[in-house]
């Protein structure tokens, strides 16, 4: 279990994100005089919550990704690849938070982060169950 530490704090480190940058979306709804459940009426508010929003629709694709690689590739790999998923996210939402156009880089680091992670996790599995015995 020791070889999955890295890959266990990625992972943590991925809901803290999403803590985050809730927190984020609150702040904005203060800062922006609207109280939930609305969520109209302030750019800088739609803004702030579309790129949260978007970060937790891709936790269902990262997180699987993330460890089905560490188990069926290598668990330092997987966590390197994670820790940038994490990082791209974080330019994506502080870039989003400023203008919509200034969250490509950041959706671009974690886009190629997150395909190697889970392509690379279906080709190993792929392979495996081929050349079984």
């Known amino acids: 279990m020791d070889r999955y530490y890295l890959v266990a704090l990625v992972t943590l480190g991925s809901?803290?994100?999403c803590v985050w940058m809730a927190m984020m979306v609150s702040r904005a709804h203060v800062r922006a005089g609207i109280l939930p459940p609305a969520m109209t009426g302030d750019p800088s508010l739609e803004r702030t919550s579309r790129a949260h929003l978007n970060?937790?629709?891709w936790l269902p694709?990262?997180?699987?990704?993330?460890?089905?690689?560490a188990i069926y590739w290598n668990p330092r790999w997987a966590a390197a690849l994670g820790a940038l998923w994490i990082l791209g996210r974080v330019a994506y939402f502080l870039g989003y938070r400023v203008a919509a156009h200034k969250?490509?880089?950041?959706f671009a680091i974690q886009g190629i982060a997150v395909f190697?992670?889970?392509?690379?996790?279906?080709?190993?599995?792929?392979?495996?169950m081929a050349t079984v015995d």
């Not at 969250?103 to 950041?106: A, E, I, S």
């Not at 190697?116 to 495996?128: C, N, P, S, T």
């Open 15 to 17: 809901g803290l994100l």
């Open 103 to 106: 969250r490509f880089l950041g």
């Open 61 to 69: 694709i990262f997180l699987p990704a993330l460890w089905l690689f």
């Open 116 to 128: 190697v992670l889970a392509f690379g996790a279906i080709g190993r599995v792929i392979y495996l």
């Open 55 to 57: 970060t937790v629709e």
